[in-house]
């Protein structure tokens, strides 16, 4: 690795299975073996069953929850929209370089009894997205209180973009809807990340999702065409001023 090579599926299996020899000196122990869902370490898995003939190797849950949050935000483009979006508000409350991050934080404190801010989603977080949403619905009533003062107003124009979008009511009730109806991944990825066994609960988590995505999924639908419906054409995705009211 420090010349610039690679770990190949041979180096990573054998990294295991001297410790596997000494647990299973009989290779009829280890039944299962989960690894993420790089190419080098699903072929090390199978490499491992050469050795071990009971084992069986499977993606990590994880891995896989952490993969299905990404597709969702970066191929769904309401949703893609929505976190755009909350991450414009972030900036805009949020940084300590901008005016009204100082009002945001007294009113938040005033709330909470303490300043709360906002999630900033990043690659090396789990679900980072949907974190910022969850942090943005719970912010609901300082951010409407915030874009409401006085003071706020008084101050440059250019925070006062998104506002519009904040005070639609469509625009809350859909955000619930996504939160809502990711929920059910978000509890996976949190039983997978248990500091204590949990992976019992696995198939039961992943067969739930399964039967209640599909049907929040059109509860999503309805509140997005609702949002867009009432006085918010879309604009092209990345944009920095994503919504604006009907002219």
């Not at 709360?116 to 690659?123: D, T, V």
Request: with cysteine.
């Amino acid at each position: 690795m420090a010349e610039g090579g690679t770990k190949k599926a041979t180096y990573v299996a054998h990294q295991f299975l001297p410790f596997m020899r000494k647990s299973d000196p009989e290779e009829n122990r280890f039944d299962c073996v989960a690894f993420d869902g790089a190419r080098n370490v699903q072929l090390a898995g199978e490499l491992m069953e050469k050795y071990f003939p009971m084992v069986t190797t499977v993606h990590g849950a994880e891995h896989s929850v952490t993969l299905f949050f990404d597709d969702v935000f970066t191929r769904c483009a309401p949703l893609k929209l929505l976190s755009n979006f909350s991450n414009q508000i972030r900036i805009m409350l949020g940084s300590t370089r901008h005016a009204p991050n100082a009002l945001f934080k007294k009113v938040t404190k005033k709330h909470f009894g303490q300043s709360l801010g906002f999630i900033q989603p990043s690659e090396c977080q789990m679900a980072g997205h949907e974190l910022n949403l969850l942090r943005l619905y719970c912010l609901r009533a300082p951010i409407l209180e915030v874009i409401r003062k006085k003071t706020f107003l008084d101050m440059n124009t250019a925070f006062h973009a998104p506002t519009h979008v904040l005070e639609k009511p469509e625009f809350w009730h859909f955000l619930y809807a996504v939160v809502q109806a990711l929920y059910p991944m978000f509890r996976i990825l949190r039983l997978a990340d248990m500091k204590i066994g949990g992976m019992d609960k696995l198939k039961f988590y992943v067969m739930q999702a399964d039967n209640l995505l599909p049907f929040y999924m059109e509860n999503v639908k309805d509140h997005w065409d609702a949002l867009c419906k009432e006085s918010l054409p879309i604009i092209e995705v990345g944009k920095t001023s994503l919504l604006r009211p009907r002219q």
